[in-house]
């Protein structure tokens, strides 16, 4: 089982950036894909991004294409979400899952 801590939320402008990392302890991170979700005011839960054990391969929501970007280091059990170009409905609370193992979510939000 792996514990999962994201950080990096805050207030932003629209058109700006944040980094959310993800980071993880105990064993198997390097094993599993990670996920990256997010669950806007009064909505439910959605996927925004995705990566493989290796990090190689990405997927990621049509709304978040070209703007956010998946990485991860496995040498140092973390993961990160580089978002750009930042816009209102991005707010939400984001979250990493890992496997089984979630994190508790770190919040953005995107107004002037």
């Known amino acids: 089982q792996l514990h999962l801590v994201e950080s990096g939320g805050g207030?932003?402008?629209p058109g700006g950036s944040l980094r959310l990392t993800c980071t993880?302890?105990?064993f198997g991170f390097s094993r599993h894909a990670v996920t990256w979700y997010r669950q806007p005011p009064g909505?439910?839960?959605e996927v925004v991004a995705w990566s493989s054990a290796s990090?190689?391969?990405t997927t990621y929501a049509e709304s978040v294409e070209e703007r956010f970007l998946v990485g991860r280091d496995n040498a140092k059990n973390t993961a990160y979400?580089?978002?750009n170009v930042l816009k209102p409905e991005d707010t939400a609370?984001?979250?990493c899952k890992v496997n089984d193992d979630w994190g508790q979510g770190t919040q953005v939000t995107v107004s002037s």
């Open 11 to 13: 207030l932003v402008q």
């Open 55 to 57: 990090g190689i391969s």
């Open 81 to 83: 979400l580089d978002m």
């Open 43 to 45: 909505k439910a839960r």
């Open 24 to 26: 993880a302890s105990g």
């Open 93 to 95: 609370v984001y979250y």
